[in-house]
């Protein structure tokens, strides 16, 4: 069996193709890069996904040595994301299931972040740690869902990173930058650490880090702080979780998973509750299709698919809204 | 009998900070409990407190967690214990203290009475934003746990607080526990 996905939440247009058994046979992506200094546009997100879908599709289903007349399923990320860039991904989604009337089956972007996570870890009963631009969520699977044990109350870790950045002209997703200027530095300055139960919240953390900065501190010395802070506040909620959850495992996924200083930290997290850490394939981190694609498989095989008049986009799809018809409750 | 809490270093924060948060954290924890429990709500007594090595000691309470007895009790019991939960914590939001880690593990059956623990995370606070964290976190702890009958327990406990505060505040408190709700990432907002 075949399942092409398609991935068009935020900044990447991308597709995959993968088979039954979890091959990845393709994975083709195009980002949409916004000028130094701003964030995503979702208007000219769209318009650059608009422009590379043709090629970036093609790719795939070539690259996979499979021809679309041969899928057995067509997925498509329907949300959570931008409006208007989920919209391009649709489209070309249904145009392709309704040409060859092969199945549309409707994914959550953020339960394929999680899916891509278990399949290139065999991760089995994870507490997930979803972090990227548009998540900060600590997630375990209850009773046919994945419940949301702890998240953000505001801004995400990603966000956190991408507004910090966009202050002093760095590009998003800035991540990889920050990172990097913090490893400059190993002088601590005092910002503000905020842990509500599973909850973080981060928007005064962004203040107090732009007025340290305007206050003279070095740009190393903030980057520094603010990443040592951010990934401690979310370790101790993923603590927290664990110890409530008495899970084994601890599955670190999304774009923000890149981040050493927060994979180390997890990794301590786990040490100290005897839990396995894992962290999703480094290739697999950003926004892709291979996410998608397998997800739909999963999907595809317990029977989950949508009829095109009913495959509207859904901007704000809460991830434990989705009923995982295709997990088993481990015992 | 008595039981020691200490809050061990943490691998995963700078010692600098980890230093500030474990001794800020034993201090004002043990300044809640007190003032709570002059308040008349059950929490256990302080006996002893040693902020320099982030530890102190109180009272042990003998009973499970109310997590623990939500799962063998019968629903009437669970009811019961929910709405007591609620006239609980309303005591503490009446005294102007938060607990800011309000779940169903931090709470212990003993006694026939509902102990409150775990105050690290609380507050001095007559802000409806705070209690309405409160209520909130509670309302994910019994959602995340006991899927089946979650909203049947937090009604419970919605009918016991709102008894104590007032019928308006009590509502008050609920509106504002779903607004910080939807704050959260993907809600529909209409």
């Known amino acids: ?22 091959q990845i046979l393709s994975d083709v992506r195009d980002a949409y890069v916004s000028a130094p200094g701003t964030g995503i546009h979702p208007r000219e997100a769209a318009e650059h996904h608009s422009v590379v879908a043709e090629g970036v599709v093609s790719s795939a289903l070539g690259n996979a040595g499979v021809k679309a007349s041969q899928l057995d399923g067509v997925a498509i990320a329907l949300g959570p994301g931008l409006g208007p860039c989920l919209r391009v991904g649709a489209t070309v989604a249904r145009s392709i299931a309704s040409f060859f009337h092969t199945p549309l089956i409707p994914v959550n972007h953020a339960i394929g972040h999680i899916e891509i996570g278990t399949l290139t870890t065999g991760a089995n009963d994870p507490l997930v740690v979803l972090v990227s631009g548009g998540h900060t969520a600590i997630a375990a699977f209850s009773g046919g869902k994945w419940r949301i044990f702890g998240e953000t109350e505001d801004i995400t870790l990603g966000n956190l990173y991408d507004m910090f950045a966009r202050e002093i002209n760095l590009p998003s997703p800035a991540g990889p930058e920050i990172e990097k200027l913090a490893a400059k530095s190993e002088n601590f300055i005092s910002l503000p650490y905020v842990v509500k139960g599973n909850d973080v919240s981060y928007s005064g953390l962004l203040t107090a880090s732009l007025a340290r900065l ?9 980057c520094y702080s603010m990443q040592e802070v951010s990934c401690s506040m979310l370790a101790e909620a993923v603590e927290r979780s664990l110890a409530y959850t008495r899970k084994k495992e601890i599955l670190l996924t999304g774009g923000v998973a890149a981040n050493r200083t927060l994979q180390k930290k997890l990794s301590d997290v786990a040490g100290l509750h005897d839990a396995t850490p894992h962290v999703v394939n480094q290739a697999y981190t950003g926004d892709c299709g ?5 997800t739909g498989m999963l999907a595809l095989r317990s029977g989950v698919t949508i009829a095109i008049a009913e495959s509207r ?8 809204d989705v009923d995982i018809v295709w997990r088993r409750q481990a015992s | 009998m008595a039981v020691r809490k200490t809050r061990l270093p943490k691998p995963y924060r700078v010692q600098q900070l980890d230093a500030t948060i474990r001794r800020g954290r034993t201090v004002h924890e043990t300044n809640l409990m007190h003032e709570a429990r002059k308040l008349g709500v059950p929490v256990p007594a302080i006996q002893h407190i040693d902020p320099e090595i982030s530890s102190f000691v109180m ?25 007591l939960l609620g006239r609980t914590v309303a005591l503490i939001h009446e005294g102007g203290i938060v607990h800011g880690d309000l779940t169903i593990s931090n709470v212990l059956c003993g006694d026939g009475k509902l102990f409150l623990i775990d105050f ?14 409160d209520l909130l976190l509670l309302s994910r702890a019994m959602k995340s746990t006991h899927t089946k009958f979650h909203e049947e327990i937090f009604a419970a406990f919605l009918h016991g607080y709102s008894a104590t505060v007032g019928k308006r505040l009590g509502v008050e408190t609920v509106t504002k526990m779903r607004e910080i709700e939807k704050r959260g990432r993907y809600f529909d907002r209409a």
């Open chain 1, 1 to 22: 069996m075949y399942c092409l996905g398609i991935e068009s939440t935020a900044h990447t247009f991308g597709a995959s193709v993968v088979t039954e058994q979890g």
């Open chain 1, 214 to 222: 305007k206050a003279g501190s070095s740009l190393e010395d903030v």
């Open chain 1, 290 to 294: 291979p996410q998608i694609a397998w």
């Open chain 1, 313 to 320: 986009v859904k901007p704000r799809w809460r991830l434990e």
């Open chain 2, 59 to 83: 009272d042990y309470v003998d009973g499970p967690t109310l997590k623990e007895e939500l799962y063998v009790v019968s629903p009437e019991t669970r009811r019961k214990q929910c709405d």
């Open chain 2, 120 to 133: 690290g995370l609380g507050d001095f606070s007559n802000e409806l934003e705070d209690r309405g964290v």
